[in-house]
């Protein structure tokens, strides 16, 4: 099976950048099939640490967030503080990834080297 990796930021910035482009990849890909399979609007906005954008949409962006801005419902909104407090409730441990089927297969260095 796959080794279980700490969900922290990795220290060495080739690993870094080549986890960001595998993961960036891998979430496109699971946005399209949630879009596809459920037939659902998906869109995503990524910042990566040099501030470059990124975005996925599964229709035209703007048509999407006037759909996001005439919402009038209560969204379900996620954070990473929501991901490390349901870990801790659940027993698991903050290295636990078990929703990562498309997890890449880099050296993810998280010391200096």
Do not use: W
Request: hydrophobic fraction near 25%; glycine fraction near 8%.
């Amino acid at each position: 099976g796959r080794r279980k990796i700490i969900i922290e930021k990795i220290t060495n910035e080739r690993h870094r950048q080549v986890t960001f482009m595998k993961r960036k990849n891998g979430l496109i890909k699971k946005a399209t099939e949630l879009g596809v399979l459920c037939d659902c609007d998906v869109g995503l906005l990524i910042f990566s640490n040099n501030r470059k954008l990124y975005l996925y949409s599964s229709k035209d962006i703007n048509e999407l967030l006037v759909q996001y801005t005439e919402y009038t419902g209560m969204p379900e909104v996620r954070t990473n503080e929501d991901y490390f407090r349901d870990a801790a409730k659940k027993g698991k441990s903050k290295d636990d990834d078990d929703d990562d089927d498309d997890d890449d297969d880099v050296d993810d260095d998280h010391g200096g080297g």
